[in-house]
């Protein structure tokens, strides 16, 4: 989200959740699940497997294109 200048409310919408369900997932009170994971490597253009290499590695992943830099912003 850092890389892409996204907010937790943006993360909801483009999960289908609510932002409060993104806030628990993201501190480890609820589990993401495998459609969560689905979701997510789609939304930010990544592949599902590079979710589970860790964070350093699919932000590496991450098209620049979808780099919040790279949107001049």
Do not use: K, N
Not at 38 to 63: N, S
């Amino acid at each position: 989200m850092q890389l892409t200048g996204e907010s937790q409310a943006d993360l909801a919408t483009a999960l289908g959740v609510s932002q409060a369900q993104v806030s628990r997932r993201q501190t480890g009170r609820a589990a993401w699940s495998l459609d969560d994971c689905d979701r997510l490597a789609v939304h930010y253009g990544i592949e599902v497997i590079d979710l589970f290499r860790g964070p350093t590695h699919a932000c590496e992943c991450l098209p620049l294109a979808r780099r919040w830099s790279a949107q001049g912003q």
